[in-house]
C-alpha cells in the first residue's frame, strides 16, 4: 500500500507532465507553423518589391514548384505579377483555381508567350478563365494551337480571338474544331474565308457535328449550288447551325413561298423568315403605311432583304418617298428593293435631281415612264449620264444638287 501511495503520485505527476507536454509541443509545433507562415509572406512581399516590371531581379516571384497548402496569397501575388490580373481580379480567380503548383502555369505562360500573346490578352484569357492555368500544354493546348496556325490563322489573329473566346481551347480539338474546320474548307473552299469565318463564328463549335454538317448535307442533296451553300455557311452560320427539325421546317416554308434554292435569294428568304421579330416589326411598319398582306408578301418574293430591315428605316424612306415625293406607298410597294439603299448617299441625292427635273418641266413621269427602278435601281453611272450630265446646260447647279452641297428647293 505504501509502494502504491509513493509511485502513484509520482506516476500520475509523469503522466500529467507527458501529456502537458505533447500539449506544449503541440501549440509549439502550432506557433512555429504560424511563424513560418508569416515568414513566407513577408518575404514574398518582400521579394516582390525588388521587382522591376512585374519580375524579380534574378528570379521569379513564387520560384518554387510548389506552393504550399492554405497559401493564398501566394497564389494571389501569382496571378498579379506572372498573368498581370489587378489585385481584385487575381483575388476572385484565386478562388476559382487551387494553383499547388507552379509548374502547369509556367508551361501555359510560356507556350502562351511562344505564340506572341501579349501581357493584356494573357491577363484577359486567364480572367475569363482562371483553369486555363492548369491546363496539360504538350496534350491539350499545343496541338490545339498548331492545328489553327496550320490553318492560315495568324499568330495575331490567333492570340485576339482566344483571348476573348478562351474557351474555344477547352473544346476537344477532334470533336469540334477539326470537323468545325472541314464544314467551311469543303463549303467555302479557300483558307482566307474559313479563317474570316472563324473570326466571326467562333460561338457556333459546340454545334457543328450535331447541327451544322446534317444541315449543309440536306440542302446539298435537295440541289442547292456550292454558291448558295457557301453563302449560307458564310453570314448566315447562326441559322446553319440550328437544330436539324427546326433547320428543314424552316427550309419548307421558304419553298412554299415559290423560291427557287439555286437562287441566292431562297438564302435571303431563310434569313428573313427564320428572324421572326424583325418580320413582324417590318409587317406592322408596311401596314401602317397602307399596305395588305398581299402587298407584303408580294414585296417579300420580289425582294426578300425588305422584311428584315428596321423600322426606323422603313418609317423614314417611307416618309421621304410618299409625304415629299409625292409617290403612292402602294407604288413603292411594287419596288421594294428601295428600302435596300442608303436614304443620305442614293435615295435623297437622286430623288433631289429628279424633283428639280420635275419642276423645270423637263422630265415628265408619265412621258418618261418614271419608275422608281429607273431612278434607283439603275448604276450610278447611268444615273449621273441620263439624268444630271444630260440637263448641265439648262441647270447648271444640277450637279451640285447630285452631290449633296445644294438644296433643290434654292435651284
Same mark, same amino acid.
Given at each position: 500500500?505504501?509502494?502504491?501511495?509513493?509511485?502513484?503520485?509520482?506516476?500520475?505527476?509523469?503522466?500529467?507532465?507527458?501529456?502537458?507536454?505533447?500539449?506544449?509541443?503541440?501549440?509549439?509545433?502550432?506557433?512555429?507553423?504560424?511563424?513560418?507562415?508569416?515568414?513566407?509572406?513577408?518575404?514574398?512581399?518582400?521579394?516582390?518589391?525588388?521587382?522591376?516590371?512585374?519580375?524579380?531581379?534574378?528570379?521569379?516571384?513564387?520560384?518554387?514548384?510548389?506552393?504550399?497548402?492554405?497559401?493564398?496569397?501566394?497564389?494571389? *501575388? =501569382?496571378?498579379?505579377?506572372?498573368? $498581370?490580373? /489587378?489585385? %481584385?481580379?487575381? +483575388?476572385?480567380?484565386? @478562388?476559382?483555381?487551387?494553383? &499547388?503548383?507552379?509548374?502547369?502555369?509556367?508551361?501555359?505562360?510560356?507556350?502562351?508567350?511562344?505564340?506572341?500573346?501579349?501581357?493584356?490578352?494573357?491577363?484577359?484569357?486567364?480572367?475569363?478563365?482562371?483553369?486555363?492555368?492548369?491546363?496539360?500544354?504538350?496534350?491539350?493546348?499545343?496541338?490545339?494551337?498548331?492545328?489553327?496556325?496550320?490553318?492560315?490563322?495568324?499568330?495575331?489573329?490567333?492570340?485576339?480571338?482566344? *483571348? =476573348?473566346?478562351?474557351?474555344?481551347? $477547352?473544346? /476537344?480539338? %477532334?470533336?469540334? +474544331?477539326?470537323?468545325? @474546320?472541314?464544314?467551311?474548307? &469543303?463549303?467555302?473552299?479557300?483558307?482566307?474565308?474559313?479563317?474570316?469565318?472563324?473570326?466571326?463564328?467562333?460561338?457556333?463549335?459546340?454545334?457543328?457535328?450535331?447541327?451544322?454538317?446534317?444541315?449543309?448535307?440536306?440542302?446539298?442533296?435537295?440541289?442547292?449550288?456550292?454558291?448558295?451553300?457557301?453563302?449560307?455557311?458564310?453570314?448566315?452560320?447562326?441559322?446553319?447551325?440550328?437544330?436539324?427539325?427546326?433547320?428543314?421546317?424552316?427550309?419548307?416554308?421558304?419553298?412554299?413561298?415559290?423560291?427557287?434554292?439555286?437562287?441566292?435569294?431562297?438564302?435571303?428568304?431563310?434569313?428573313?423568315?427564320?428572324?421572326?421579330?424583325?418580320?413582324?416589326?417590318?409587317?406592322?411598319?408596311?401596314?401602317?403605311?397602307?399596305?395588305?398582306?398581299?402587298?407584303?408578301?408580294?414585296?417579300?418574293?420580289?425582294?426578300?432583304?425588305?422584311?428584315?430591315?428596321?423600322?426606323?428605316?422603313?418609317?423614314?424612306?417611307?416618309?421621304?418617298?410618299?409625304?415629299?415625293?409625292?409617290?403612292?406607298?402602294?407604288?413603292?410597294?411594287?419596288?421594294?428593293?428601295?428600302?435596300?439603299?442608303?436614304?443620305?448617299?442614293?435615295?435623297?441625292?437622286?430623288?433631289?435631281?429628279?424633283?428639280?427635273?420635275?419642276?423645270?418641266?423637263?422630265?415628265?413621269?408619265?412621258?418618261?415612264?418614271?419608275?422608281?427602278?429607273?431612278?434607283?435601281?439603275?448604276?450610278?453611272?447611268?444615273?449621273?449620264?441620263?439624268?444630271?450630265?444630260?440637263?448641265?446646260?439648262?441647270?447648271?447647279?444640277?450637279?451640285?444638287?447630285?452631290?449633296?452641297?445644294?438644296?433643290?428647293?434654292?435651284?
Amino acid at each position: 500500500m505504501e509502494r502504491t501511495t509513493r509511485f502513484g503520485p509520482s506516476f500520475q505527476l509523469k503522466e500529467g507532465f507527458g501529456n502537458w507536454r505533447k500539449s506544449r509541443c503541440s501549440e509549439i509545433s502550432r506557433e512555429n507553423r504560424m511563424a513560418s507562415r508569416s515568414i513566407f509572406r513577408k518575404s514574398l512581399r518582400l521579394s516582390l518589391l525588388f521587382c522591376r516590371d512585374g519580375q524579380p531581379f534574378g528570379t521569379r516571384p513564387l520560384s518554387s514548384s510548389a506552393i504550399p497548402s492554405g497559401q493564398d496569397d501566394c497564389a494571389v *501575388s =501569382y496571378l498579379v505579377h506572372s498573368c $498581370r490580373l /489587378s489585385h %481584385e481580379a487575381a +483575388i476572385e480567380a484565386s @478562388h476559382k483555381v487551387k494553383l &499547388s503548383s507552379l509548374e502547369k502555369p509556367d508551361s501555359v505562360l510560356a507556350l502562351l508567350r511562344q505564340y506572341e500573346f501579349s501581357d493584356t490578352q494573357i491577363s484577359t484569357l486567364v480572367r475569363k478563365c482562371p483553369k486555363f492555368l492548369l491546363a496539360d500544354v504538350k496534350k491539350t493546348l499545343l496541338p490545339k494551337l498548331e492545328f489553327l496556325s496550320s490553318m492560315g490563322m495568324s499568330r495575331l489573329d490567333l492570340a485576339r480571338i482566344l *483571348s =476573348y473566346h478562351p474557351w474555344l481551347l $477547352r473544346r /476537344s480539338l %477532334e470533336n469540334c +474544331i477539326i470537323p468545325f @474546320h472541314t464544314l467551311l474548307k &469543303s463549303v467555302v473552299l479557300s483558307d482566307v474565308k474559313v479563317v474570316q469565318i472563324w473570326k466571326r463564328n467562333t460561338m457556333f463549335i459546340d454545334k457543328v457535328s450535331k447541327n451544322g454538317l446534317p444541315n449543309v448535307e440536306f440542302v446539298r442533296e435537295m440541289g442547292m449550288p456550292q454558291s448558295c451553300i457557301a453563302q449560307m455557311v458564310t453570314y448566315h452560320t447562326k441559322i446553319v447551325m440550328r437544330e436539324p427539325e427546326v433547320f428543314r421546317e424552316l427550309v419548307g416554308q421558304v419553298q412554299q413561298f415559290g423560291f427557287d434554292p439555286w437562287k441566292s435569294n431562297f438564302v435571303q428568304a431563310m434569313k428573313a423568315l427564320h428572324y421572326k421579330k424583325t418580320w413582324r416589326q417590318c409587317e406592322e411598319a408596311y401596314r401602317s403605311w397602307g399596305w395588305s398582306e398581299n402587298h407584303i408578301l408580294s414585296a417579300f418574293r420580289s425582294c426578300p432583304l425588305c422584311m428584315i430591315k428596321s423600322r426606323k428605316k422603313i418609317m423614314e424612306t417611307m416618309d421621304f418617298l410618299v409625304n415629299k415625293m409625292g409617290w403612292h406607298s402602294h407604288k413603292i410597294a411594287k419596288y421594294p428593293n428601295v428600302f435596300c439603299y442608303s436614304l443620305e448617299k442614293r435615295i435623297i441625292p437622286r430623288c433631289s435631281v429628279v424633283r428639280v427635273l420635275l419642276l423645270r418641266g423637263l422630265i415628265k413621269e408619265e412621258k418618261e415612264k418614271l419608275s422608281l427602278a429607273t431612278v434607283f435601281m439603275t448604276s450610278d453611272e447611268y444615273f449621273l449620264n441620263n439624268f444630271v450630265n444630260r440637263y448641265l446646260n439648262q441647270v447648271p447647279q444640277l450637279l451640285n444638287v447630285y452631290q449633296g452641297k445644294l438644296e433643290y428647293e434654292d435651284v
